[in-house]
C-alpha cells in the first residue's frame, strides 16, 4: 500500500522551507479479530461485539464479524450460548453477573477459537453527587461542577472508572475517562471529587441539566487497560510516540496461531446515582 507523506523540513536558523515528498511502503497486516464486551452485577442481557481491525489510514468502519459461537461461564458452573442479534453483535439471555465471580468468555470464529477471562470485583456504595456552582477564577471557569461523595473500601487493590451522563447522553471523549485507583486514597472517605474534565466544550454544567453519575468497580489488568486507551487517544503532537496496540485479555487458544485479538471482555460493578441542577 502506497501511501505519501510530505515532510516539511525547516532549518533552525534558517527563513525558508523545503519540501520533500517521499513514498513509504506500508505493509497490511493480517486482520485481527476485535472484541468489545462486558458483564456486570446488573441484569443482562450482555452484548459482546465482534468486528475485525482495518489498515491504519483506512477510514472504513470496522467490519463485523457474523456467525461466530460465543460462550459465557463462570466459576459456579453457569454457562450459556450467547445469540447473534445483528451482524457482529452477540447477547446473552438469562446469565447473570455476580460479586466474587470469575467468568469466561470463549469465541469460536473463523476457524480459530479464542478466550478472555475476566472478574467481577468488590465496590462500596455512592454517598451522593451534588452540583456546585462557582464564580470565574484563574483556575475555573463559571458555572456547575459536579462532585462525588462516598466511602473507600479498606484494602489497596480497587480501581475505578466515573462515567457522567449529561441530559442522557454519555460523555465520551478523551478527556472524559476518569479512572482512578485508591492506592493514595485507600479507605478514606472521598468527598468532592470533581467530575468535570476542564477541556475544550462542556467545560461546566448548567441550570436545568440532569446528570447521571455511573460509577464502575474495575479489575486491575482493566483499569490499565482503560489507562492505556486513554494515552493513545491523546498521542499526539510533536513529541507523540509511534502508535501501538493497548493490552488485551483476548488469547487464541492455539499459541502458535498467527490470528491474534485485540480489545477487551471486561466485568465490573455499577453503582449510580443522578441530580438535576436547580
Known sequence: MKRTILLLLAATFSLSACEEVIDVDIPEGQPLLVVDGA???QPGPYLVKLTKTVPYFDEQALPPVPGAVLTISDNEGNREILREQA???YATNTFRGKIGNRYTLTIQAEGEEYQAETEIRRTPPIDSIRAEFREETTLDEEGYYVLYYGPELPGIGDYYRFKVFRNGRLL???SDLFVRSDELVDSRYIGAFELNNNQGEEETF???????VEMNSLPRDYYFFLNEVVTQLNNSGLFAAPPANVRTNVRNVQPKSPRKAVGYFAGYTVRQDSLVIK
Open 172 to 174: 465520551n471523549r478523551p
Open 39 to 41: 458483564v456486570t452485577d
Open 87 to 89: 451482524p457482529g453483535v
Open 206 to 212: 448548567e441550570l436545568g441539566d440532569s446528570i447521571r
